[in-house]
């Protein structure tokens, strides 16, 4: 059974900068792309970024590239999320998914969509870290 937990997420003012990780188990883990997805109150679920399974290929929606830096270390069967310049719209529940082909990935990265929509790219998803920024 394949597990996936995020962590990292807290309250932080506009400006500031967190490290979100996630960690999946019960698979091999360098055989998947894996990616972050956000969800903000009231709003569809919205692609973050997405790297591949040797972590060479990365994406990011337009809304965080280049504030947003993922990365992974599959010695460890992570992946890290490192957010920095933070604004309140940033503001959401993010999500860790497991993406079940690396092609996916450039999509996935930009994607904008209802929850249902948004599962079909994934393997599993964990539960969400809270991340809460402040003007």
């Known amino acids: 059974q394949v597990q996936v937990v995020e962590s990292g997420g807290g309250l932080v003012q506009a400006g500031g900068s967190l490290r979100l990780s996630c960690k999946a188990s019960?698979?091999?883990?360098?055989?998947?792309?894996l990616g972050w997805f956000r969800q903000a109150s009231g709003k569809e679920r919205e692609g973050v970024s997405c790297?591949?399974?040797?972590?060479?290929?990365?994406y990011y929606a337009d809304s965080v590239k280049g504030r947003f830096t993922i990365s992974r270390d599959n010695a460890k069967n992570t992946v890290f999320l490192q957010m920095s310049s933070l604004k309140p719209e940033d503001t959401a529940m993010y999500y860790c998914?497991?993406?079940?082909?690396?092609?996916?990935?450039?999509?996935?990265?930009?994607?904008?969509?209802?929850?249902?929509?948004?599962?079909?790219?994934?393997?599993?998803w964990g539960q969400g870290t809270l991340v809460n920024v402040s003007s």
């Open positions: 998914g497991v993406v079940l082909l690396d092609d996916y990935c450039p999509s996935f990265a930009q994607i904008r969509a209802e929850e249902d929509q948004v599962n079909r790219y994934l393997e599993a």
């Open positions: 019960g698979l091999t883990f360098d055989d998947y792309a």
């Open positions: 790297i591949n399974d040797n972590g060479e290929d990365t």
